[in-house]
């Protein structure tokens, strides 16, 4: 389900606290991005230098303007089922914040202390944070790296607050701990680039969904334009039969075959996924094979595979047999014009496209041949034959296998 988020308009004075002091009113809400104006304030200690505490509001401010993002996510979203979680689109919406403006004033308390104050200008990607909380929705990798962004954010945010009562705390200067509160603000603002990164970057699952989105895509293009092709372009005529009384008393009828399919698109489509050579042979130094194309599995695998689905559509493939069928009723033999052949590695698969009428030469030559035989057919089978049919199906190659001409 596409997930949008709707425009609210201008909410002048829409307050929401995540300190004493901090106000965030929307300026400009469009369809692609929130505008925020945030004013925040910060109460230096003895030991706070000007620059510490610039950083400081200016880190409570990027703070407030992401709980916004939650708040308002949450209430004009309908996060449902628990799915994504405040928290989640907090960190979500950090790594897509800019602060495109910044203005420092100070003053001083009636305690006699000195205030920060700061009214940043802060933008929020609509877009990003919509197409985000839908790529969390779907890809439990993402959910679970952000999920550890806003654990690591919150032990910081605490490291945070006691480093600075510590600072504050202290009737000597202590540059250790000053240091180390630094450390702790890059290191929010490197999570923000990491969540930014997280939605930027495909993650394993999402890839592994690609390639299995393309590997299931590739095997519809070999079921549709190659066996499909076949299977309804192939133009067969049969021969006159001839009928043979076996030893059993019953008929092996002989059908010679010709077929013939043009072989340029079927070519295409299998280019597209393997590498392939148009000088077909069955086996390793077998006999040559006219009309044909071979898809190998020794140039199909591993760092020489076309795609990365590559290997497995090769076994797909080879788990199948395009064959010409011959038959009536329950009585039919059986031609193979697609077959694993064997050969080197895992073998090699062959597509045949047309006969051979001069040598007669086969896929799988040593195991069928020219014409067809329907074996052993009885007489009374052989009386009700008034017609025999003859059509390209794919059969399972285990099947095939069981099929042999004997």
């Keep these: 389900m596409k997930i949008q988020i709707s425009k609210i308009g201008l909410l002048v004075g829409l307050v929401l606290s995540t300190s004493a002091w901090a106000k965030v009113t929307v300026i400009q809400d469009s369809d692609n991005e929130i505008r925020l104006k945030v004013t925040e304030s910060y109460t230096l200690g003895g030991n706070d230098t000007l620059s510490n505490a610039e950083n400081l509001v200016i880190e409570q401010a990027k703070r407030a303007a992401t709980d916004y993002a939650g708040t308002?996510?949450?209430?004009?979203?309908?996060?449902?089922?628990?799915?994504?979680?405040?928290?989640?689109?907090?960190?979500?919406?950090?790594?897509?914040?800019?602060?495109?403006?910044?203005?420092f004033n100070h003053s001083v308390n009636k305690s006699g202390?000195?205030?920060?104050?700061?009214?940043?200008?802060?933008?929020?990607?609509?877009?990003?944070?919509?197409?985000?909380?839908?790529?969390?929705?779907?890809?439990?990798?993402r959910k679970a790296k952000i999920n550890n962004l806003e654990k690591q954010n919150k032990h910081l945010r605490n490291e945070?607050?006691?480093?600075?009562?510590?600072?504050?705390?202290s009737n000597s200067s202590r540059t250790d701990l000053m240091a180390a509160r630094e450390k702790v603000l890059a290191e929010l603002d490197n999570n923000r680039e990491a969540a930014k990164q997280v939605f930027e970057e495909g993650t394993l699952f999402q890839l592994a969904m690609?390639?299995?989105?393309?590997?299931?895509?590739?095997?519809?293009?070999?079921?549709?334009?190659?066996?499909?092709?076949?299977?309804?372009?192939?133009?067969?005529?049969?021969?006159k039969p001839r009928f043979v009384k076996n030893k059993s008393g019953n008929y092996d009828i002989s059908i010679p075959v010709q077929w013939n399919l043009r072989k340029s698109s079927a070519q295409k489509v299998l280019e597209k996924h393997f590498k392939i050579t148009s000088k077909f042979q069955n086996g390793h130094m077998g006999?040559?094979?006219?009309?044909?194309?071979?898809?190998?599995?020794?140039?199909?695998?591993?760092?020489?595979?076309?795609?990365?689905?590559?290997?497995?559509?090769?076994?797909?493939?080879?788990?199948?047999?395009?064959?010409?069928?011959?038959?009536?009723?329950s009585n039919?033999?059986?031609?193979?014009?697609?077959?694993?052949?064997?050969?080197?590695?895992?073998?090699?698969?062959?597509?045949?496209?047309?006969?051979?009428?001069?040598?007669?030469?086969?896929?799988k030559g040593y195991l069928y041949r020219n014409p067809v035989i329907i074996k052993n057919v009885t007489e009374v089978q052989l009386r009700s034959m008034t017609s025999l049919t003859a059509k390209v199906v794919l059969l399972d190659e285990n099947k095939v296998r069981n099929l042999r001409y004997d």
């Design 332 to 363: 039919y033999g059986y031609l193979p014009i697609s077959a694993n052949t064997g050969g080197m590695g895992n073998g090699t698969y062959g597509f045949q496209f047309s006969n051979d009428s001069k040598n007669n030469t086969m896929l």
């Design 210 to 239: 690609l390639d299995n989105s393309d590997y299931e895509l590739a095997k519809k293009d070999i079921d549709e334009n190659v066996f499909g092709y076949f299977i309804h372009e192939t133009k067969i005529s049969m021969g």
């Design 72 to 103: 308002y996510v949450e209430s004009e979203l309908n996060l449902s089922n628990n799915q994504i979680t405040k928290q989640q689109v907090r960190v979500l919406s950090a790594g897509f914040m800019e602060v495109s403006r910044r203005d």
């Design 287 to 329: 006999t040559y094979v006219p009309y044909a194309i071979g898809v190998s599995s020794y140039n199909n695998r591993g760092d020489d595979a076309k795609k990365q689905y590559t290997e497995n559509l090769f076994k797909y493939m080879k788990s199948k047999s395009l064959v010409i069928e011959v038959g009536s009723g």
């Design 113 to 141: 202390n000195f205030v920060l104050h700061t009214e940043a200008e802060i933008k929020l990607s609509k877009k990003s944070i919509t197409d985000g909380i839908n790529k969390l929705k779907s890809d439990p990798e």
């Design 160 to 169: 945070l607050l006691q480093l600075s009562k510590k600072i504050n705390s």
